[in-house]
């Protein structure tokens, strides 16, 4: 499974077009949140065992805009 780590570092967010801020609350996240895009990684399916929250389309929209700006797709 590919995967885009979050953080809860504020230092995260002061990182650029790579990182999206995922507000508290909204995600199903209970703090502010940073999505990580320039640090993708892999991961097994056995490790993801529960759901902890869910984007909203505008906030998976920001995502995919930083994770091509990560990969440098466009």
Request: with cysteine.
């Amino acid at each position: 499974m590919i995967v885009v780590p979050i953080s809860t570092s504020a230092s995260q967010g002061k990182r650029g077009p790579t990182v999206v801020e995922l507000p508290g609350g909204s995600t199903g996240l209970p703090k502010a949140s940073f999505a990580v895009c320039h640090q993708v990684t892999t991961l097994d399916r056995a490790k993801l065992t529960r759901k902890i929250g869910t984007l909203t389309p505008e906030l998976l929209g920001e995502v995919d805009g930083a994770l091509k700006a990560a990969l440098d797709l466009d």
